[in-house]
């Protein structure tokens, strides 16, 4: 107490090691990087949740934290697995300069494509122009001398995704986030725990200013009377296969 700070602890105890002062920094950088974005869901739910019962603050924040999946926070975590198995799926030594690893991510979003699917960390619904979280913890990272292949591999991605995208898209911070976490070598099953750590700041954040602002009882009556009725829509289950002629 009065000498590790509490990101420092919060390393230590995940890991079982004290970190050094640059990985102090990249992962507390990492902290503030996540812990408020404004009126999110996890943000409105928790000031609701607090509306309908001032009497639970656990259950004010716990709402708010339970809403950390694959749309806000969970990018974090998506981002860094994604990177690990790339990177651990790589034959022979990773590359050693940028030509490398642009070869690398080249081939990595073009593999995405063809599945379909979306590259985690890729694309920001505010930032369209550039996250700047971004290539600042990038720039710490380096000043730490803890810059590693996630990091690597995640920037060679946004050079040279427009290639195969056809369209250039911003690396968003919460990505940028995962790719420092997993370079930091921590677990990669604790990711989200972390961006879920930083949030909890930023929650009681949120409640500090309910206090003093309250807007959650202004955004109950907008949806309660500008609400409409629908009319009954019974789910109907989706026909099953045509049973084979041994069925």
Request: aromatic residues 6%; charged residues 20%.
């Amino acid at each position: 107490m009065g000498t590790v700070g509490f990101g420092e602890l919060s390393f230590w105890l995940a890991t079982q090691r004290r970190p050094t002062p640059g990985e102090t920094r990249v992962f507390e950088a990492v902290l503030a990087a996540l812990a408020d974005h404004g009126y999110t869901p996890t943000a409105i739910v928790t000031r609701l949740t607090y509306l309908s019962a001032p009497d639970s603050i656990q259950g004010a924040l716990a709402a708010g934290l339970l809403g950390g999946g694959s749309r806000f926070l969970g990018v974090t975590e998506d981002c860094g697995r994604f990177l690990h198995d790339v990177l651990a799926g790589v034959e022979g030594e990773l590359p050693t300069d940028d030509a490398g690893w642009d070869a690398l991510a080249l081939e990595t979003v073009t593999a995405q494509r063809a599945l379909g699917r979306f590259v985690p960390g890729l694309g920001h619904h505010v930032h369209k122009q550039g996250d700047p979280r971004t290539p600042r913890l990038m720039e710490i990272a380096a000043e730490e001398g803890v810059s590693g292949p996630h990091l690597a591999l995640f920037a060679a991605i946004g050079r040279v995704h427009e290639q195969v995208l056809g369209k250039r898209l911003p690396l968003n911070g919460a990505g940028v986030c995962g790719a420092a976490l997993a370079d930091l070598g921590l677990p990669l099953e604790l990711l989200r725990g972390f961006a879920l750590l930083a949030r909890t700041a930023g929650l009681i954040g949120q409640l500090a200013e309910e206090l003093r602002h309250p807007v959650a009882n202004d955004i109950f009556l907008s949806v309660d009377l500008n609400n409409r009725p629908v009319d009954p829509d019974p789910y109907v289950a989706p026909p099953l296969p045509a049973a084979g002629r041994d069925g």
